[in-house]
């Protein structure tokens, strides 16, 4: 038993300090030499290309447009541009005022300071009773046609001429939005979106940086802070292993000689019973059960 | 490295950072946030100073006599040495952080050059366009060049872009075979 007892192989027992750096982790290696200046790079040179070539593509492309059409506007609505013998020929919404639906006014206002409101009228209804009158203008069977086309087309006009106006007006309109309109307002959109984006950029990549790095450098000194937490942890838990194994083992060695001193006691006891006191106690126990049996029945 | 002993709570502002990442990075700040708060988890749950022993129980019972008190005085003038950075990642952050520093002022810049440019684009659209009632085809010609109102273009004054143009039967006409070429 004694060469039993000694392949039994106790734990070395270490020093605290000693314990600590043993569970202690080993630190994770950082990058040397080209990996170094990757991992403090982090492909930002490459972005920061990209991003001019980006400006320059935009710049360009925004400055194009700022040019031609500042030049354009200073052509058209310059200094040298002449607007009182030339002035800018504008799209009428309506047609100019009309009577009778085909006589202009501005014919009638022409008559107006020599002949007043009914000068024109007058000259309307004159003329041709002056051209029948003189048989310049014959009224022969196929002017009859007249009686009959005049009344139709004004009825016709009438009719239809609203809603052919309209549609008309509609198909003009959709022309001029989608070929002057459309195009500004989307490059208009464009413009405001990079406004936007770059605004947005503008304010939030100083805070992503920022917030960015206290949170590495927060993981750096959690990660410390834990393993110095692990650390009083793994001390307290030696020592109270340590002050529990005493306990035990004083718990041990007196519940053994509890054990032995009763087994003792029980050995002598058995051991001191004669043979004569064993008769005697188990005729002791017969006549008790005969005094206890009449009773039970 | 210094004795700081950090406090065991983020002192980032998460909700700021997550509201300013941009959309392709939202995974990323994702992971980062979430390595950080289960390292606080984890400091958390585990003694922030010296754990406490039951110094009488152990008297009580160990029956060897001096040897609690050697214990306790041992584990009382133990100093728990702070773990200090061997490798250096506090520098090699500070080296990455001025860096980054740097492009991110040179991407700043480039921001404002792009933001002061589009802010330009969008006064000369608002101030110098004529009105609309006032366009000429030589307007639109010149401003715009290169559409259908260029004279260099092919399709220069044929039918405008639009759906009761382009659709059939005008859409597959062939030019040079209508009605006026049979006559």
């Known amino acids: 038993m004694a060469s039993l007892a000694s392949r039994v192989f106790l734990p070395k027992q270490l020093s605290l300090s000693a314990r600590l750096l043993h569970t202690s982790r080993a630190a994770l290696a950082i990058p040397k030499g080209p990996e170094r200046e990757e991992f403090i790079d982090q492909g930002s040179a490459k972005i920061l290309k990209s991003m001019e070539a980006w400006k320059e593509q935009t710049k360009t492309g925004l400055s194009s447009v700022t040019e031609r059409f500042e030049r354009l506007h200073e052509i058209y609505y310059g200094k040298d541009r002449d607007f009182t013998n030339y002035p800018p020929v504008k799209m009428q919404p309506h047609m100019p005022k009309v009577r009778l639906g085909i006589l202009p006014d501005s014919w009638f206002q022409a008559f107006y300071n020599k002949t007043g409101v009914l000068g024109p009228y007058i000259l309307a209804l004159g003329v041709p009773t002056f051209l029948i009158s003189k048989e310049y203008w014959v009224l022969d069977p196929e002017g009859m046609v007249l009686l009959v086309s005049v009344p139709a087309l004004i009825a016709f006009v009438k009719k239809y001429g609203q809603r052919i106006k309209e549609m008309e007006a509609k198909k003009a309109n959709e022309l001029d939005e989608s070929v002057i309109v459309r195009p500004i307002e989307a490059a208009k959109d464009s413009g405001r979106d990079l406004v936007r984006l770059t605004e947005s950029q503008l304010q939030s990549f100083p805070i992503v940086f920022e917030e960015a790095f206290k949170a590495k450098r927060e993981i750096l000194d959690l990660q410390l802070e834990e393993e110095y937490r692990r650390r009083l942890a793994e001390v307290a838990r030696t020592v109270e292993r340590r002050m529990t194994y005493h306990v035990e083992l004083a718990a041990a060695k007196k519940s053994f000689q509890q054990q032995h001193l009763v087994q003792w006691v029980l050995d002598g006891v058995t051991k001191s019973i004669t043979p004569q006191q064993e008769k005697e106690a188990i005729q002791q126990c017969i006549r008790e059960l005969r005094a206890l049996a009449p009773k039970a029945a | 490295m210094s004795a700081a002993k950090r406090v065991s709570s983020t002192a980032v502002n998460w909700a700021r950072l997550a509201q300013h990442t941009p959309a392709q990075q939202a995974d990323a700040m994702r992971s980062v946030r979430s390595r950080c708060e289960t390292l606080v988890a984890k400091v958390n749950s585990l003694p922030a100073d010296k754990p406490a022993i039951d110094w009488a129980h152990f008297a009580k019972t160990v029956p060897a006599p001096g040897l609690v008190d050697k214990f306790r005085k041992e584990y009382e003038a133990f100093k728990v040495p702070y773990p200090r950075d061997t490798e250096g990642w506090h520098e090699l952050i ?29 006064k000369t659209l608002d101030e110098k366009i004529p009105p609309r009632d006032e366009w000429t085809m030589e307007m ?17 004054n044929r039918t405008p872009n639009l759906p009761e143009y382009t659709e059939a039967p005008n859409k597959n006409r062939v030019p040079g075979t209508g009605l006026l070429s049979k006559l």
């Open chain 2, 94 to 122: 500070d080296e990455q952080q001025k860096r980054q520093s740097e492009i991110l002022s040179k991407s700043q810049a480039l921001l404002t050059e792009v933001h002061d440019a589009a802010n330009s684009y969008l």
């Open chain 2, 140 to 156: 639109l010609c010149l401003y715009f060049p290169g559409t259908l109102f260029d004279a260099n273009n092919p399709d220069f």
